[in-house]
């Protein structure tokens, strides 16, 4: 076995028999070692043209709101938290959510992802009354809250099963789950930088649930803590696997899957290796691209593959866009844990997501959380004069 017949027989993926060329673990760990760069990012865009061959890329308006920074789990590569008791707690009111919701609104939003940390002192009724009173006052946003390890700390708070807070939640107006907390599904990994943030199969379980109550759900990724290319894909694996599950029982499952590096400026994680292992911490940029190859071939039934700006900056997320990914996220508005481990650009207008998907040759299309496709009002300059999409010869 060698790359080279890896790729070749990647090219004869097709939507009528998507696992018929399934990649392997073994075969895709080969892949991330050994493939060079542009091949893999040519097999991977040739697989994104064959899943969505209109040539849209998609982008969604919406904003991030972090309700709380209190949190017990004490990630050593978070510096947003504050632990109970900090001189630097905050909860946020009703109304300030509300609030924050009304600007996005004022600019067509369509999504607000509303997360926080395990917050001791918040009881179970305060999620329900919030969730009330954001579905009253903003009926047409969607409510993407709360991820799988805030939803184990409410279950421990009240006393619940997750499968009984996620019903409870749904009821009250909650729209889906966001898919952060995954960081790594390989429990080696997840020992070592969150070890108070419970087992992969914790995370799995919870959004299985949500995938039962059919709740809109996302995976997302984070690379860098010096885990090796296997265990990359051994993450995916737990994506892939658990999203067979759900569409054998008739679900959605995943609707994306997003990747980024750990930023390492300011945190624990960082300054605890500081100096050491350096060249395995962290992910460049080829790195970064490497993974999104990688993922948008392995994860052949997940429809979707987000590139991420707001960590990579708008030039490299244009490029993952040639390597896969079919979709550029979110304007944000907002974001608060990712900018506290470093990250420096966290805003970007649409004007701004629309020039950098059409300079990649692509038609930008407004979507909401769902994927569903909303009107698009063409901001980027000049896009009738860009070039289509070119066509990709096989690997």
């Given amino acids: 076995m060698d790359?080279?017949?890896?790729?070749?027989?990647?090219?004869?993926?097709?939507?009528?028999?998507?696992?018929?060329?399934?990649?392997?673990?073994?075969?895709?760990?080969?892949?991330?070692?050994?493939?060079?760069?542009?091949?893999?990012?040519?097999?991977?865009?040739?697989?994104?043209?064959?899943?969505?061959?209109?040539?849209?890329?998609?982008?969604?308006?919406?904003?991030?709101?972090?309700?709380?920074n209190v949190c017990t789990i004490n990630c050593q590569f978070c510096s947003f938290y504050r632990p109970p008791?900090?001189?630097?707690?905050?909860?946020?009111?009703?109304?300030?959510?509300?609030?924050?919701?009304?600007?996005?609104?004022?600019?067509?939003?369509?999504?607000?992802?509303?997360?926080?940390?395990?917050?001791?002192?918040?009881?179970?009724?305060?999620?329900?009354?919030?969730?009330h009173h954001l579905r009253e006052q903003h009926p047409t946003i969607d409510l993407d809250c709360f991820s799988p390890i805030e939803i184990e700390g409410l279950a421990e708070v009240c006393g619940m099963s997750t499968l009984e807070v996620l019903s409870s939640l749904k009821e009250a107006?909650?729209?889906?789950?966001?898919?952060?907390?995954?960081?790594?599904?390989?429990?080696d990994v997840r020992n070592d930088v969150s070890p108070k943030k419970g087992s992969p199969q914790n995370w799995l379980r919870v959004m299985e649930e949500a995938q039962s109550l059919d709740l809109t759900t996302s995976a997302t990724n984070v690379i860098g803590f010096?885990?090796?290319?296997?265990?990359?894909?051994?993450h995916?694996?737990?994506?892939?696997?658990?999203?067979?599950?759900?569409h054998l029982n008739g679900g959605t499952g995943f609707t994306s899957f997003i990747a980024w590096p750990v930023q390492l400026e300011v945190n624990s994680f960082g300054r605890r290796n500081r100096g050491q292992n350096k060249h395995t911490l962290g992910a460049g940029s080829s790195e970064y691209l490497r993974h999104v190859a990688i993922s948008r071939l392995y994860l052949d039934n997940v429809?979707?593959?987000?590139?991420?700006?707001?960590?990579?900056?708008?030039?490299?997320?244009?490029?993952?866009?040639?390597?896969?990914?079919?979709?550029?996220?979110?304007?944000?508005?907002?974001?608060?844990?990712?900018?506290?481990?470093?990250?420096?650009?966290?805003d970007a207008s649409e004007y701004e997501l629309q020039t950098s998907i059409c300079r990649a040759g692509f038609t930008p299309l407004r979507r909401d959380s769902d994927y569903a496709r909303l009107t698009t009002v063409q901001l980027a300059e000049d896009v009738s004069q860009l070039p289509a999409p070119m066509p990709v010869v096989g690997p």
Avoid at 49 to 61: N, R
Avoid at 226 to 234: A, L, S
Wanted: avoid cysteine; aromatic fraction near 6%.
């Fill in 3 to 68: 790359w080279q017949h890896i790729l070749l027989r990647q090219a004869g993926w097709t939507k009528d028999d998507p696992t018929a060329v399934r990649l392997s673990i073994d075969e895709a760990s080969l892949l991330y070692d050994e493939a060079p760069l542009h091949q893999l990012m040519q097999a991977a865009h040739q697989r994104r043209m064959a899943m969505h061959p209109e040539g849209y890329v998609t982008y969604l308006i919406d904003r991030n709101i972090n309700y709380t």
């Fill in 85 to 131: 008791g900090h001189d630097e707690t905050y909860t946020q009111t009703y109304e300030e959510i509300s609030q924050r919701v009304r600007e996005l609104e004022a600019i067509n939003g369509s999504r607000i992802l509303m997360q926080g940390g395990v917050n001791p002192d918040l009881p179970f009724q305060w999620y329900i009354d919030l969730i």
């Fill in 173 to 187: 107006g909650m729209h889906g789950l966001p898919g952060g907390g995954a960081e790594m599904l390989v429990e």
């Fill in 226 to 234: 010096g885990e090796t290319n296997r265990q990359r894909v051994q």
């Fill in 236 to 246: 995916m694996d737990a994506i892939r696997e658990l999203q067979e599950r759900t």
């Fill in 303 to 346: 429809e979707h593959i987000q590139s991420s700006w707001p960590t990579m900056g708008l030039k490299v997320a244009q490029m993952a866009l040639l390597a896969g990914a079919d979709d550029a996220g979110s304007t944000m508005m907002e974001e608060n844990v990712v900018s506290a481990s470093g990250t420096t650009k966290l």
